[in-house]
T-cell receptor, first 118, second 114 residues
Framework: DTAVSQTPKYLVTQMGNDKSIKCEQN?????MYWYKQDSKKFLKIMFS???????INETVPNRFSPKSPDKAHLNLHINSLELGDSAVYFC?????????????????FGEGSRLTVL | AQSVTQLGSHVSVSEGALVLLRCNYS??????LFWYVQYPNQGLQLLLK??????LVKGINGFEAEFKKSETSFHLTKPSAHMSDAAEYFC????????????FGQGTELSVKP
């Protein structure tokens, strides 16, 4: 069983389109994240949710809208896609919110969704 | 603010040679430190982590790292490289007041020559 799964794995689309990436974790974790990996492989956090509540919004353009219907799912919707949005998007989860008694700091990552905007 | 610097974007070693990947961090509070590995077209996999216990941390696949507070370093080593170790390696830092987010270094690509 895949612990953190993302769909689709590959996404090719035109500028101006809207697209979504879905993420699900079956680890029973409370906290989920979206990271963006650019062409130079640099990883940067975009958002985090804890039990459906937004915790981190790292100055991401508002064309990006995360949605967490429950604590096992965190989806990413992107409006009006731009060339600069081309990247690999990683979903991740952690057991608990930072600072809590169950927090270990470790993140579990999905395999990534490669978005190419033409 | 926290940050991580990985020295060397690309390291090349011969099979059987020592692997040393360098990581220095900056943190105003006690850090949690991690090394992750990324194989081509895959997600990130945890190699090892330091969370304020033993300063010498052993991980998977024969890797280990030593936390040195005085040098603000967390270098990754492996005594003998295998071809299968070729991958991208990321050092990362977090702490209890960062909302759980990991701050990553720029990554180091490890090549292993036969």
């Amino acid at each position: 069983d895949t612990a953190v799964s993302q769909t689709p794995k590959y996404l090719v689309t035109q500028m101006g389109n809207d697209k979504s990436i879905k993420c699900e974790q079956n680890l029973g974790h409370d906290t989920m994240y979206w990271y963006k990996q650019d062409s130079k492989k640099f990883l940067k956090i975009m958002f985090s949710y804890n039990n459906k509540e937004l915790i981190i919004n790292e100055t991401v353009p508002n064309r990006f809208s995360p949605k967490s219907p429950d604590k096992a799912h965190l989806n990413l919707h992107i409006n009006s896609l731009e060339l600069g949005d081309s990247a690999v998007y990683f979903c991740a989860s952690s057991q608990a919110l930072a600072g809590g008694p169950r927090w270990t700091g470790e993140l579990f990552f999905g395999e990534g969704s490669r978005l190419t905007v033409l | 603010a926290q940050s991580v610097t990985q020295l060397g974007s690309h390291v090349s070693v011969s099979e059987g040679a020592l692997v040393l990947l360098r990581c220095n961090y900056s943190s105003s509070v006690p850090p949690y430190l991690f090394w992750y590995v990324q194989y081509p077209n895959q997600g990130l996999q945890l190699l090892l982590k330091y969370t304020s216990a033993a300063t010498l941390v052993k991980g998977i696949n024969g890797f280990e790292a030593e936390f040195k507070k005085s040098e603000t370093s967390f270098h990754l080593t492996k005594p003998s490289a295998h071809m299968s170790d070729a991958a991208e390696y990321f050092c990362a830092v977090t702490n209890y007041n960062q909302g759980g987010k990991l701050i990553f270094g720029q990554g180091t690509e490890l090549s292993v020559k036969p």
